[in-house]
């Protein structure tokens, strides 16, 4: 009997290797590398959109359940003993082999659910061996599966004709939804659809399909799954249709999660009905904005309790047949316009550059070879900081940049999301308040909602180094914003939600980008318009067309109260002088205390306000101690700012002169025009061509390297230095030409062009 102990030894090693390779014969995904459709639902997990697998099937990511009905209907027509076998099932064993040799070939296979789910991850020929190692396998996958998630493999995998994979794929083709409310007789029809889709199909052998469905439905009510009186009215109930085509709500969102979330589902933060409400209202501004040349609209709003995104429109498309339609124009870099103007505005106060009325200069000023210029060519001699920021003059906001510090500012940008500012500072220069940087809608407003809820107390849910952390200088950049005018095309009896609106048009140079950013406690929306290509159009503002869309969009939206106002312990306080909006200096006669940013104290005291010893009359500034005079305190502007500025403050009084020596020539001339005199016929000159030419036009200055500022009947024209020579084609009639110097002295003259 010796050889007992080898057999054993050779029996227990060949029982040890089937046990390891039982062990580790499966993978933790038996489908995995299997190609996925992309998925994107909403919220709620309604169907927004999807790709099409790799490999041409509508094969839906492992599905989260199997629908109750559909889960009963399949495993009484595939595998009643389902929820008692191990994988396999040895009376069915049984019972296909005695079929199979009374029969004399395969009429029947035994599968199991379990058995036909490793099948199906295996795409192996069907022979008696691989059905041995599919039993193998299946034990093998019930020790590592529950039965739910066994079903689940199945119901994810089970063909069911054509192109369509799994069920949650076939409930979209087939139903038109998730089948969160299937119908008993529609889930007969998909369980045995699945069963053999190639030879019973939709399309044909209908009438075999229906028998076997209504079949199914009476043995699910004989065994007690349905009454007899559902069952009847299930019978009568019409066979499911063909194929219908998916849901297609956000195709620009949809793709972009087909990009960075291929073949995956993806559960997005949009709300189903606000974005088809969202997408009906830009379909019908892009068809009256598409006769206006206006070719491209896109919006997203953005949840600023949650900062997700709840609607998203790419690029408005009513027709669904344009080809430049499929640019998502809300993640394409588009040139800034204004919006960045608010956000200058609050860095400036957190940092303490200024307060919110500082007054900011707007008068002619040149950068290097940058010259910037208002949008309406005209000056104002100072501005406050909260109205630069509500009518957008050019000039107050680049010097402010300037001040402020380019390169700070362009980390602010980076750090607060805007992706594409990834430039070194030098390449956008002062002109990146203008438009100088390129953003994208998507961005833009992503970081004004995270801003709004920085300013509704959530400081905990921002991202870490988020570089706006003052609340005070949120809350004043939010104030000033509300005060913006809204557009004169916007019918504001039409509009429920007219007030309590933060918001920012911008326009880019050569009008061709439109853009507006609002923002209340609650959301924040975000606007562009314009043509992808990049042409411009003379109607294309963000006042006029972004403006108009905004409101309607934010129309769509619940009405919710304002930011709550910042407490004395998130700032301090301090006295403020009235006319300048700096901190009150000593000389300052007309002030007020304010709650300001926490860093407002490194900002300057107001250098405005000065003693003065005037004469009796007023009309001099005294000088001589022993000559008899009275102490005022006036504000006084630089020359510069005080010139243009009294022309819009009537009130302003400027610095009186000192009183004339006796031996003084009060006639004595600072500037005096060459050419042309006072009253004189000045006759353009014109090439051979007939193009105007211009005529020059030139002054003396007693002190030639003083800038001197041009001004053509009001409209600002340019600067000199040193040679004071201007070329001007004014045309035909009566001008006034106006010269004003650095120090404030100004020269007019009168001429007529013939």
Known sequence: MRWRKPVFQVVGALAAAVALLWLVALPDDPFGGVPCSTVVTDRHGELLGARIADDGQWRFPLCDSVPRKFAVALIEFEDRTFYRHPGVSLRAVCRAAWQNLRAGRIVSGASTLTMQVIRMSRRKPRTLWQKGVEMFLATR??????????????????????????????????????????????????????????????????????????????????????????????????????????????????????????????????????????????????????????????????????????????????????????????????????????????????????????LLPDVPLRFGNFAPQNYDRKFVGAVPADQALVRSPNVPNVWLLKEHGLSRFVGQLRKAGFTTVDSRAERYGLTLILGGAEVTLADATGVYAALAAFCNGSHGELPAGFPFFDRVAVYEMFEAMKCVDRPDELDMRMVTSVTDIAWKTGTSYGSRDAWAVGVTPQYAVGVWAGNAEGQGSPDLTGTRVAGPVLFDLFDLLPRGGWFPAPTAGEGVSASVCRQSGMLAGPDCTDTLRLLLPSNAMRSRVCPYHRQVRLSADGRYRVEDPGEPARTVSMFILPPAMAWYYKQQHPEYAPLPPLRPAADVDERFEIMRFIYPSQGSVVSIPRHLDGEVRGATFTLAHVAPSKTVFWHLDGEYLGTTCDLHKFRIAPPPGIHRLTVVDEDGNTLSVEFRVV
């Open 141 to 358: 996958l019930e020790v590592r599966c529950s039965k739910e998630d066994i079903l689940r493999l199945y119901a994810s995998h089970a063909p069911f004709g054509g192109n369509v994979v799994g069920i949650d794929a076939a409930m979209w083709r087939y139903l038109g939804n998730d089948g969160s409310d299937l119908s008993w007789a529609e889930a007969a029809t998909l369980a045995v659809l699945q069963n053999a889709p190639s030879s019973i199909h939709l399309a044909r052998n209908r009438s075999r399909l229906l028998d076997k469905r209504n079949r199914l439905l009476r043995h699910l009510a004989d065994k007690g799954y349905l009454s007899v009186e559902d069952c009847a009215l299930a019978v009568e109930e019409p066979l499911i249709g063909s194929p219908l085509p998916l849901p297609n709500h956000a195709p620009h969102l949809v793709e972009h999660y087909d990009k960075i979330r291929h073949g995956r589902k993806t559960v997005t933060s949009i709300d189903l009905a606000l974005q088809r409400q969202t997408a009906a209202c830009t379909d019908r501004w892009s068809r009256e904005l598409r006769t206006r040349g206006i070719n491209d609209l896109a919006a997203v709003i953005v949840d600023v309790a949650s900062g997700g995104v709840v609607a998203y429109c790419g690029n408005a498309d009513p027709a669904h047949l344009r080809p430049g339609a499929c640019v998502d124009i809300a993640r394409a870099p588009r040139s800034s316009g204004s919006i960045l103007k608010p956000l200058l505005y609050c860095a400036a106060l957190q940092e303490g550059t200024i307060l919110p009325r500082t």
